[in-house]
């Protein structure tokens, strides 16, 4: 398995996240896009997700719901600018819990060679102290938590069926 790197320089609004996959670009945008996908990797494996809505198209929006073991929800949503391919996507992404914070994140699939991919986001946030918040969340386990799982996903969907 790949490790997560995240750097967020000080004084910077800008959150930057790389990791590497041993799955071919087309298979990872599908995981991104597709909302039975999605569901079966985004967010860490502690919270259920459900899905409100999600269209990944330019101009089609997204929210989507993780709930804890006690009830508790949090909740995300968003609105996808231009068309996903398998070059990347671009995404606005908002948690409810913190209305107005909103950023705008540019996800790149790049392509490695021997059925492997680089995705990288860069996430630009409205303020240092805005993505100083998302960057003390939680972020970074969250994350780490749905690439594993996104590497479980694109694993099993690469397999041929017996």
């Known amino acids: 398995m790949s490790k997560l790197t995240i750097v967020a320089e000080p004084d910077s609004p800008f959150i930057d996240m ?5 799955a071919p670009r087309e298979l990872l945008l ?3 896009t597709d909302p039975d996908l999605v569901q079966q990797w985004l967010g860490p494996r502690k919270y259920e997700m459900v899905i409100d809505h999600y269209d990944a198209r330019d ?3 997204y929210r989507y719901i993780h709930r804890d073991d006690d009830g508790h929800a949090y909740a995300f949503h968003g609105v996808f600018h231009g068309e996903p391919t398998v070059d990347g996507m671009v995404q606005t992404f908002e948690f409810e819990g913190a209305p107005g914070h909103v950023s705008l994140d540019a996800i790149t699939f790049e392509d490695l060679g021997g059925g492997r991919t680089r995705i990288m986001v860069h996430s630009v946030h ?4 805005a993505r100083d918040a998302m960057a ?6 969250g994350i780490d938590d749905a690439y594993a799982r996104l590497d479980e996903l694109v694993e099993r969907l690469a397999s041929p069926v017996a």
């Open 18 to 22: 790389t990791r590497d996959f041993d």
């Open 136 to 141: 003390d969340s939680g972020m970074a386990s």
């Open 126 to 129: 409205q303020s240092v102290v």
């Open 30 to 32: 599908r995981a991104h």
């Open 59 to 61: 101009g089609g929006t």
